[in-house]
């Protein structure tokens, strides 16, 4: 190196803001961790297509074969069943208000309701332009609309024992469900006779 | 491997990371700009799986300048001012405090005010050869010439400068 060169090289360059040193090290480190990507909705969701019920075998009490994936199908069982179980009750309860409260069985018309008056006198009020209508009957007989939920709440577990049933050739063990009284609805999920 | 190359980008930042600045002040002529210059091109380089072929210091210089040159391009109707590549005066404390005369202050200025001027390729050459000792090979990677030209171009770079200084002295 030449005198000049040397002398250049004494010179003192301008040096960056500090900050500049935390972004690019914040940026190379940042970089380092592997963030945990986010799963895709369809891959949170357990269903018979993507769940593994050949990953761990266990063996309960009975000395039956279960695997990890019939864990979670029983629990979804279960949960449907308790749900299951709990929402016709809902439905008559609410049918048997509602029939008290309207024992005519005629249509609800929104905004035709009697409505107690500031006087304290009880005067019909007369549907507006602005009112929401109904123009039919919702009322579809007791348990219909709870039986809609109660068969979209069993899709998953169903299909899950069906799955579980040609995987692993064993006969799903409907015993705890005889005596429920929405047997027959989900009968036709169960293997007859099983 | 990801990670392989981002500790061999970090020991590289750490190493150059003054000439990177410096590289890219000569394009920007704005220190703020070129601080978001090498901080652009160091983000973009940690997408990067694979280590480039050839020098990696070649690569990651050209990166902050190209980085600098699209900093420019955006910021063209601001650019107004050019700062020096060099600290301002009085802080070349080794030189003053050592050695203080007045006349080696001078020299030094007049050397500082010397490079300034110099052209903006001229100027690159000499701080990725004088500063972080590139070899003529990497800086013509860097800046796309051939390595000969680079070689030229650094040459008559500091026969300019030794001119300047005569002629001020």
Redesign the interface.
Known sequence: M?E??L???????????H???D???A??????VTEPTELAPAEKSITPDNVDFSTTLHTNRRGTVVTSGWIVASVSLLIGTVVGNALPSISSLQAQRDTSMNPDQTARIAGSEHRDSANGSVEPRVSEPGDSTLTGNIRLGSGSVASQIVESIWISPTAAAVAWEQQTGQIFNVVNHVSDRRFDMCRECHRVGG | MESVLRTKLEQLYRKHRQSLFSVALTVTGCSSMAEDAVHEAFARLCQKSEPPEGSLASYVFAAVRNAAIDCRRRQQHQRSITESIFASAGSDSHLSNSSATANQNDETESLKSAIDQLDELSRQIVVMKIFSELTFEEIAGVLEIPSATAATRYRRAIMKLEEELRRSS
């Open positions: 030449s000049l060169e002398k250049i090289r004494a010179l003192s360059l301008r040096k960056p803001d900050s500049l040193d972004r690019i090290l940026a190379l480190r940042q970089s380092d």
